[in-house]
């Protein structure tokens, strides 16, 4: 028993050691992934050169042996043929090398493979690509669909580890397999290697011509899985919308077209892989059967021994067998291969340094934020904002209306860094925030927008988002002064989780638009940053909820800088100043109740909304 035990133990330290090989998340500041394929795998692959140098050694080991035991063979031959007693040296080699050599071998080549390199190098891969892309801007992941997205850096890891492993074992061993093969052969007489020679010649031209043939349609049939993919989460996001427009045949058919052209191109790499396959059955054919030939004719003019012919057909046989083995996962490599140069799309797309050389942390004593002269314009569209110059104090509420399309999100993108401005320079307590480092920039802001982001996680994890070590009194604070306590202490999901701990469900699905902007309202408060901006922020609320929040935040918000987005005009007649913009300018700015005197811009949105609320 005390023997198994410690079996198992060791057994379970060599494992433990395999998979320590490869650091599979590594620090990954400021990391630029290669957008070369050939670049990109010798970039994972040097990070994980320890078992891959194992199993190159290991498989040229294992493929000579392969080929060392038809050599043995013929030795033996010719020793039953010479009626001989004795057993050489050679044969006992050869029994070890059956009953140990070889399958400790193979066993270690099928360790490194499962536990240092299978599931390392996926993990690796996708780490790292994840931390590349979350760096991209905001404007990067509005311009693809999600889904595509995540697939490509779910899938792009297996695809890039199943090409190397193929290409460690199977071709690495193919190639070993050749050399010693036509060293053998030309021991026994250097004339047989030449229908070998011939067979890596045609073998090549053939890889010449359809190499390029297959990676095209590979890459062609990875796009089209992945238009797929995207196309099934966006119909799977939006299903509600599908079902209440009645759109189920419509959208079925939008499917069906991304599964019969992902189908075509498929079935366009295998055509491929066919006609590669015929064209190697016709040429090993040829090997065996030239090698047949020229070693009966060697035969009779007494240049080889009889007992050769054991090892003779067993090489070539092998050769042709493997060959064939690897052309049967050829399709499945350049499937692989295309969805790894699928994935370096979006995984290796260049995008703008966000923080300069010389960053630094942004500074905030007395919060004040200053636009000058700023211009920015969306690609391949007008301008969003033309030079806007306004300042706004420190502890000063600020509002920002007008029509849709006028401009605001923008300035608070700008702000944020989302978007990096065209002309002019903004800057917070006299600081240009393109000199200081995001990281310190978004601290210092907190944002609740009307697009709400309630993460799939426990209630808790979304109030903390943006202060993770936070504990759970000032949490159950945050979200008392939201508004949000009541209706999160009688929560419960389906696990059987209750209140904080309960999950939110994907995008807050779980909670009314009501309930998801207390939630972030929550989080904004216990982030506790010198300026918050109010993206819409109250506009899910009922009227007297808005009003009951209003009262609550007020007292919370004095000391704050405030910037305040808001069609409703009724949440912010009380700021300090309005701002309003009209085509990406400054038309208007001052207080409700001058900006109502001016009887201007602003004044006509008011008396619209006054008017529709008496009707």
Same mark, same amino acid.
């Given at each position: ?31 630029? @992934? ?83 390199? /299978? ?9 790292? /690509? ?14 693809? @669909? ?92 939006? #299903? ?27 079935? !366009?790499? @295998? ?20 090698? @047949? ?148 920039? =978004? ?44 209706? #999160? ?37 216990? !982030? ?21 929040? !209003? ?21 912010? !007649? ?26 201007? =811009? ?10 529709? #609320?008496?009707?």
């Amino acid at each position: 028993m005390s023997s198994e035990v410690s079996s198992e133990g060791l057994f379970g330290r060599l494992i433990n050691w395999l998979q320590q090989l490869v650091a599979i998340t590594p620090a990954v500041e400021n990391i630029v @992934l290669p957008d070369r394929i050939g670049k990109f795998y010798c970039f994972f692959l040097i990070q994980a050169w320890r078992p891959l140098l194992w199993l190159l050694a290991i498989g040229t080991a294992v493929a000579t042996a392969d080929a060392i035991i038809p050599v043995a063979i013929s030795h033996f031959v010719q020793l039953l043929g010479e009626n001989s007693t004795s057993f050489p040296t050679s044969t006992v080699a050869v029994i070890v090398l059956f009953m140990l050599a070889h399958p400790l071998l193979t066993s270690a080549q099928r360790l490194i493979v499962n536990h240092s390199i /299978s599931a390392n190098i996926a993990t690796l891969v996708r780490w790292q /690509s994840h931390s590349y892309i979350a760096r991209q801007p905001i404007s990067f992941f509005n311009s693809d @669909l999600t889904g595509k997205l995540a697939n490509r850096v779910l899938q792009t890891g297996p695809a890039l580890r199943d090409t190397i492993v193929t290409v460690v074992t199977s071709v690495w061993y193919i190639v070993i397999f050749i050399a010693t093969t036509i060293f053998f052969l030309a021991q026994a007489d250097v004339r047989l290697i030449v229908p070998t020679l011939i067979w890596v010649i045609s073998y090549l031209l053939l890889l010449r011509v359809f190499l390029p043939r297959m990676n095209r349609h590979s890459r062609d049939m990875s796009s089209m899985r992945s238009l797929v993919s995207g196309r099934l989460v966006d119909s799977y996001s939006n #299903i509600q919308t599908v079902k209440l427009y009645s759109h189920d045949g419509s959208e079925n058919s939008y499917i069906k077209h991304g599964l019969v052209t992902h189908n075509e191109a498929n079935q !366009k790499l @295998l055509a491929q892989n066919s006609f590669f396959g015929t064209a190697l059955s016709f040429i090993n054919g040829t090997l065996i059967s030239s090698t @047949l030939a020229l070693s009966l004719w060697l035969s009779k003019n007494h240049a080889v021994e009889p007992s050769q012919f054991a090892m003779i057909l067993p090489l070539v046989w092998h050769i042709a067998n493997t060959s064939t083995a690897i052309t049967q996962q050829m399709s499945s490599i350049f499937e692989n291969f295309g969805v790894v140069q699928e994935g370096m799309r979006s995984i290796t797309a260049p995008f703008p340094p966000e923080d300069g050389s010389c960053s630094e942390e942004l500074r905030v004593h007395e919060p004040t934020v200053v636009f000058q002269n700023v211009t920015f314009r969306y690609p391949r569209s007008s301008a969003a904002v033309v030079s806007l110059n306004f300042s706004i104090n420190s502890h000063e509420r600020v509002a920002i209306v007008g029509s849709s399309g006028a401009g605001k999100s923008t300035i608070i993108g700008l702000l944020l860094r989302l978007y990096e401005a065209d002309q002019g320079t903004v800057s917070i307590c006299g600081q240009d925030i393109r000199s200081v480092s995001v990281r310190s920039l =978004r601290a210092s802001i907190a944002v609740v927008s009307q697009e709400t982001s309630i993460l799939n996680r426990s209630v808790f994890d979304n109030i903390s988002f943006g202060m993770p070590h936070t504990s759970a009194s000032e949490v159950v604070e945050a979200a008392t002064m939201a508004g949000a306590h009541e209706f #999160i202490r009688q929560l419960r999901d389906k696990d059987g989780r209750v209140g904080y701990a309960a999950h939110a469900g994907e995008r807050g699905v779980k909670f009314s638009g009501g309930q998801r902007q207390r939630i972030a309202i929550a989080r904004a408060l216990l !982030k506790n940053s010198p300026i918050i901006v109010l993206d819409e922020a109250t506009s899910a609320l009922d009227s007297e909820s808005e009003f009951e929040l !209003k009262k609550r935040l007020e007292p919370l918000l004095r000391h704050k800088t405030v910037i305040a987005i808001a069609h409703r005009l009724g949440t912010i !007649k009380d700021f300090d100043r309005i701002i309003v913009l009209e085509g990406g300018r400054i038309v208007e700015m001052g207080s409700h109740e001058q900006l109502l005197r001016s009887e201007g =811009r602003y004044a006509l949105l008011w008396n619209r909304q006054i008017e529709g #609320i008496s009707n």
